[in-house]
């Protein structure tokens, strides 16, 4: 699995947009660009994921650039229930196989009032 | 209904004990994951079933034993607990068609004393 670089700790205000970013520069041809956040003692909940294209659900928007060696998710506008620790991971096409999803040390993202 | 429960939610127990921690998903998954989070919160996998079929076993001790009566259901059975095995252990599941990614459990947090 590709590794990914993501900045330690970023601060956002309420209703502002939080936008965290990712660099994937090894990332191969088949890696999907994952998003996962974990708020604390929480499981980690998937968030939104893309190849190409730049993706958005109601949770967040996913921009990737044309090269693909990073990528941008955007909290339109953020809450204090978004802090939460954001992790990116470059990973499997498929799953059910010997593909595995990797997690790194994310983002700990502090939404202040 | 919750997606993917694990039971107990919480587990103190002594050294040297034998404890299991139980998981089921509802979501129809055909791929069922631990996933181990220790102190410094890293999130490592441990192993995944495919349909019951042991797919990714990582570099863990034989003292855990994860085992799969059927595709809904991975139990992860720990034999002779040791301090270091304190941690929160979060199951997860994945459709094998497409990629939604994984839907994880709320944890079962371990503390052996």
């Known amino acids: 699995d590709a590794k990914t670089t993501q900045p330690t700790s970023m601060d956002c205000a309420e209703g502002r947009a939080a936008n965290l970013p990712c660099n994937h520069s090894?990332?191969?041809?088949?890696?999907?660009v994952y998003w996962y956040r974990q708020i604390h003692s929480q499981g980690p909940q998937y968030i939104i994921h893309?190849?190409?294209n730049n993706e958005t659900n109601e949770m967040a928007s996913l921009i990737i650039t044309e090269d693909r060696k990073s990528s941008t998710l955007i909290l339109p506008h953020a809450t204090l229930r978004d802090t939460a620790v954001y992790y990116c991971?470059?990973?499997?096409?498929?799953?059910?196989?010997?593909?595995?999803?990797?997690f790194g040390k994310g983002t700990k993202l502090t939404v202040n009032p | 209904d919750t997606a993917v429960s694990q039971t107990p939610k919480y587990l103190v127990t002594q050294m040297g004990n034998d404890k299991s921690i139980k998981c089921e998903q509802n979501l129809g998954h055909d791929t069922m994951y631990w996933y181990k989070q220790d102190s410094k919160k890293f999130l490592k996998i441990m192993f995944s079933?495919?349909?019951?079929?042991?797919?990714i076993n990582e570099t863990v001790p034989n003292r855990f034993s994860p085992k799969s009566p059927d595709k809904a259901h991975l139990n992860l059975h720990i034999n002779s607990l040791e301090l270091g095995d304190s941690a929160v252990y979060f199951c997860a599941s994945s459709p094998t068609d497409g990629n939604y990614g994984y839907t994880f459990g709320s944890g079962t947090r371990l503390t052996v004393v």
């Open positions: 079933y495919n349909n019951k079929e042991l797919i």
């Open positions: 991971i470059a990973g499997p096409s498929t799953q059910g196989g010997s593909e595995k999803l990797v």
């Open positions: 090894t990332i191969s041809g088949n890696e999907y």
């Open positions: 893309g190849l190409k």
